[in-house]
């Protein structure tokens, strides 16, 4: 099993800047293929892909995420880091960590960090 535990939420007015962070504990094998991702919650709305990374670096963002936060991992240290910069109120939400990982296929949530920006 792969525990996952994010840090880094908190309260910021709009156009600040947040850096969240994940770390991934267990039985981790750092060379297997696998993605890690952040994704994030508002209350009354539908979980959605923040951004995605790929154990060889390649990142993925959502097009309301794009050019205002960098994904970026960690490898030797098993964690996954989300820098969010000029930062929204329609940002505000529970962000969720991810980690895929292939042959086999498995999959691990964190239990979420809150972010809330302020106008």
């Known amino acids: 099993q792969v525990q996952l535990v994010e840090s880094g939420g908190g309260l910021v007015q709009a156009g600040g800047s947040l850096r969240l962070s994940c770390a991934a504990s267990g039985s981790i094998v750092i060379v297997n293929i696998n993605a890690m991702g952040w994704y994030r919650q508002a209350p009354g709305e539908q979980r959605e892909l923040v951004a995605v990374i790929s154990s060889g670096g390649r990142a993925v963002y959502a097009d309301s995420v794009k050019g205002r936060f960098t994904i970026s991992r960690d490898n030797a240290k098993n964690t996954v880091y989300l820098q969010m910069n000029s930062l929204k109120p329609e940002d505000t939400a529970v962000y969720y960590c991810?980690?895929?990982?292939?042959?086999?296929?498995?999959?691990?949530w964190g239990q979420g960090t809150q972010v809330t920006v302020s106008s």
């Open positions: 991810n980690r895929r990982e292939f042959t086999p296929s498995r999959e691990y």
